[in-house]
């Protein structure tokens, strides 16, 4: 009997102090800046609005936005990313009430309550990993013409990224198409097919039924995703069938199979900017985080604020 209660004391306590043990061997660094700049950012589901420090937002950013494996010069990349969009919608709604959302709105915000939740025994390691990032960027943004650049960005490329004007209809110098060829090899999301039935398909496009599924590509950017198509002689921007259908890009490929629709994704998110999946694929073939953003943003200047 003793040996039975002894047993079943050593299986509850030995997890508990293997967690000790690897909590011990990892230390919290700290964000090596002065706070001179908050951000206001509303949190959806309470809500309210809390004034967080810019660099402090940034680790939160990394962590909604970015996979924890990715590469630190990825990574590195991101934070200046995020820092240039955050800047950015501080200029535009400085009159307003705050600056941005915690969700893909704007860009995902975690705060380290939800961390230490979500990351339990790995939320030193994890959380060093991201400061590490943002402390090897501090302050660091990305300019173009004096100005701070609005720096978007999207998960996996076709490719390609995309024009602003063709997707946003805004046209800006340093978010142009460029070739972004890593994202094959490294997105597990660079390729997608999803299938519905041929009702769902044109319920969801209001279109009427029809046995018969003809489908035309009238227009396609030099990405080539789609900007004009025919479905059933009706009219459709590229940009409509992706919102409508919820597809994962504008680059896809319909096809009927009986009474069940097959569409197939190369790419997932909007296209303009940075490829996160691309940041990836060319930090894993050892380019510099400031080389991974000068090839997404052309033309643009890597600054630092000024305290």
Known sequence: MKKIIIFIT???????????????????????YINTRYIRVKRLKTNEIEVIPLENYIVGVLAGEMPIDFDLE??????????????KRMEYNKEQEYDVVDSILNQVYLDEEYLKKAWGINYVKNINKLRTAVNQTIDQYLEYNGSVAD?????????????????????????????SPWDKE????YKTTVTMSLEDFYKKLDLP???NLNIEIIKRSSSNRILL????????????????????????????????????TLGYGHGVGMSQYGAL??????????????????NVEITKLKN
């Open 10 to 32: 050593l299986l509850i306590f030995i997890p508990f102090f293997i967690v000790i043990v690897y909590n011990k061997s990892y230390k919290e660094i700290e964000l090596n």
């Open 74 to 87: 990825a990574l590195k990349a991101q934070a200046v990313a995020s820092r240039s969009y955050a800047l």
């Open 151 to 179: 720096a978007l960005f999207f998960s996996t490329s076709n490719g390609y990224t995309e024009d602003s004007d063709l997707v946003f209809n805004f046209e800006c110098d340093y978010l142009k198409s460029v070739d």
């Open 186 to 189: 490294v997105s597990s999301a």
């Open 209 to 211: 039924y029809n046995k």
């Open 229 to 264: 198509l025919k479905i059933n002689d009706k009219e459709f921007k590229g940009t409509d069938v992706y919102n409508k259908l919820s597809l994962k890009s504008t680059d896809f490929d319909i096809e009927l199979y009986g009474n069940q629709v097959k569409i197939t």
């Open 281 to 298: 694929g060319m930090a894993k073939q050892g380019y510099t985080y400031e080389e991974i953003l000068k090839h997404y943003y052309q």
